[in-house]
C-alpha cells in the first residue's frame, strides 16, 4: 500500500470514527491498546489519557470554583463595609464630622493609601485637615477632571500626572493608581494607592459609585 493511500484510509478510518462515537464501547480492550502520543512525558493509553484528560479538567473546575467562591466573599465583605460606611455618614450630625467619617473609613476599612476630597464650597472647621481642598467649581484646575464630573461615573486606573498633581500635590508620586468618585454639585473624592494594580480600568465600581452617592445623600443634609 502506498503513502497516499495509508493517509486516505487513516483519515476515512478518523472520519468514520467521528461519525460512530460510541465504537468502542462495543470493544473496550481496543480502547485499552489504543497509543495516544503526548506532547510531553510518555505516550499512555487511550484510557490512562482520557482519564488525564477528565483530572485536568476537574482541576480546572475546581480552580475555577474557588475563584467564584473568592470574588463573591470579598464582594460581600464590601457590601457590609458600605453599608457600615452608609449607617456611619447618617449618624453624624455635622458636615464636619461627615466627611471625616468618609475619608477615615476610606483609609482605614477599605485600605486607602491616599485618601483625597475635593469641594466646591468650604466648609467651616476642616482648615487644617490634610486631605482635604477647596477648589471653585470653574477653576481651570480642575479642566483635567470635566469629562469625570459630567459623567458622574467613578474612574479607576493610572491617573494622568497632572491630575496627580492637582489631587496629591507634593505626595503624587507616592500614587500609582487611583479611584475617582466625583460628587455632582459637590466635589469628588479620590483613593489613591501605591500598587499600581491596586485600581484599573474595568474594574467593578457598583461599591465606589454606591459610596458616592452615600456621602453626596449625607452632605446634602447640610445645604441651603
Not at 115 to 125: A, D, K, S
Request: charged residues 25%; negative net charge.
Amino acid at each position: 500500500m502506498s503513502e497516499a493511500q495509508e493517509k486516505l484510509g487513516a483519515h476515512e478510518i478518523a472520519a468514520w470514527l467521528r461519525r460512530h462515537p460510541t465504537f468502542l464501547k462495543q470493544f473496550p480492550d481496543l480502547a485499552l491498546t489504543l497509543i495516544v502520543p503526548r506532547e510531553e512525558g510518555p505516550t499512555a493509553s487511550l484510557a490512562s489519557y482520557q482519564l488525564e484528560v477528565l483530572r485536568d479538567k476537574n482541576r480546572e473546575l475546581s480552580k475555577r470554583l474557588n475563584d467564584l467562591f473568592a470574588n463573591a466573599q470579598e464582594n460581600e465583605r464590601l457590601a457590609v463595609r458600605t453599608h457600615q460606611l452608609t449607617l456611619s455618614l447618617l449618624k453624624q450630625n455635622t458636615a464636619q464630622d461627615t466627611l471625616r467619617a468618609m475619608a477615615a473609613s476610606l483609609a482605614e476599612d477599605f485600605n486607602g493609601d491616599l485618601v483625597r476630597v475635593v469641594l466646591f464650597e468650604p466648609i467651616p472647621g476642616l482648615d487644617d485637615a490634610e486631605w482635604l481642598q477647596v477648589v471653585a467649581e470653574n477653576s481651570s484646575h480642575l479642566n483635567s477632571f470635566r469629562d469625570c464630573l459630567k459623567d458622574g461615573e467613578p474612574l479607576c486606573g493610572r491617573l494622568q500626572p497632572e491630575k496627580n498633581a492637582v489631587l496629591y500635590g507634593a505626595r503624587a508620586e507616592e500614587v500609582q493608581s487611583s479611584a475617582l468618585l466625583p460628587l455632582p454639585g459637590l466635589g469628588l473624592v479620590a483613593v489613591g494607592s501605591r500598587d499600581g494594580n491596586r485600581f484599573y480600568p474595568g474594574m467593578g465600581t457598583l461599591f465606589l459609585r454606591m459610596m458616592g452617592e452615600a456621602l453626596a445623600v449625607a452632605m446634602k443634609r447640610y445645604g441651603d
